[in-house]
């Protein structure tokens, strides 16, 4: 969003501060713009990260599920340390 200085209804009575303010929003006005591109582009990394996340848990809990699956079946395997491992029969 770029903001633009109405400067038509400011005194006039004050040339040089008048002169002065708006020379001053035009030196800082890139910035702001880039900051409303920065704040853009931070909405698009936290979107993206949430779905990162959805998508790991989603990850997680379907290999949790195989590994209870299995568990039943007395398959000697577990999760240690975030990992799936062979265990040793009566562990």
Avoid: H, W
């Avoid at 008048?18 to 409303?36: C, G, M």
Wanted: proline residues 3%; charged residues 30%.
């Amino acid at each position: 969003m770029a903001n633009k200085l109405v400067s038509k209804n400011m005194p006039t009575g004050n040339r040089n501060l008048r002169n002065t303010l708006i020379s001053n929003f035009e030196i800082i006005q890139p910035y702001l713009d880039k900051l409303d591109t920065d704040e853009l582009g931070v909405d698009d990394l936290k979107n993206k990260f949430d779905d990162i996340s959805g998508k790991i848990n989603t990850y997680e809990d379907n290999v949790q599920a195989i590994v209870n699956i299995l568990i039943k079946y007395d398959v000697p395997i577990a999760i240690v340390d975030g990992k799936v491992v062979e265990i040793e029969e009566g562990e």
